[in-house]
């Protein structure tokens, strides 16, 4: 069974600061992996995801992920914070091929000026 | 392209009525899934549809809840009788098969609040 876990409920950084959102994922077969960003009343929008070759990822905003097989981590990064980045980011996973997606619990960011 | 669109965006409602949320998954995507977001357990899987074909239900809490999906276009998430418990909101999710990279377009959600 797969399964993802997030590292902080609540990351609070200074505007300008690096921005580091954890996850790590347990998966029997190759996985495919997710970060979405939830804004105040709105629905998830996909930030990035892996599925296959490289396995630094380049998302939206200046986000990037990192796929790590030998961590199973896939840690969301970004260098400069910026105060339109606070939001909810959340990590998913789901199988080669497969269409069932499973979410960690989420990370809301806060953004300090 | 429109995206998904999910319908209504806030419902108020009282303990022991039925509730229906509704959903139109983006043109020519062939899965469609209905999540549950709380803060207690965060974003469930409640059920998804291949082809109009419920695939996995196991998410669904109980017999009170039922989801639909008559046709290519339109879907519906019914619970009945509501209670409180059931609070949270309700999204509606669709992806297609052709690119077979998982991403999924969400809905705005509706926010259930049960009296």
């Known amino acids: 069974a797969q399964s993802v876990t997030q590292l902080g409920s609540h990351v609070s950084v200074s505007e300008g600061a690096l921005v580091l959102l954890r996850c790590n994922y347990s998966?029997?077969?190759?996985?495919?992996l997710f970060w979405y960003v939830q804004y105040p009343n709105q629905g998830l929008q996909l930030l990035l995801k892996?599925?296959?070759?490289?396995?630094l990822v380049k998302g939206i905003n200046g986000f990037e992920a990192e796929f790590k097989k030998s961590e199973t981590s896939f840690h969301l990064t970004k260098p400069s914070a910026h105060m339109s980045d606070a939001a909810e980011y959340f990590c998913a996973v789901s199988e080669t091929g497969g269409f069932k997606t499973i979410f960690g619990a989420g990370t809301r960011l806060f953004v300090k000026a | 392209d429109a995206g998904v669109i999910q319908s209504p965006r806030h419902e108020v409602t009282e303990m022991g009525q039925e509730v229906t949320l509704r959903c139109k998954p983006i043109?020519?995507?062939?899965?469609l899934f209905w999540y549950r977001q709380t803060m207690m357990r965060g974003l469930e899987l409640l059920i998804y549809f291949n082809n109009n074909v419920p695939i996995d239900d196991s998410g669904m809490p109980e017999d009170r809840f039922s989801a639909k999906m008559p046709n290519a276009s339109f879907s519906t998430l019914k619970i009945q009788p509501s209670e409180p418990r059931d609070s949270a909101v309700y999204f509606c999710a669709s992806r297609g098969t052709s690119a077979n990279t998982g991403e999924l377009f969400f809905g705005e959600g509706s926010r259930l609040t049960v009296l």
């Open positions: 892996y599925t296959t070759g490289a396995t």
């Open positions: 043109s020519g995507h062939d899965y």
């Open positions: 998966s029997s077969v190759p996985p495919y």
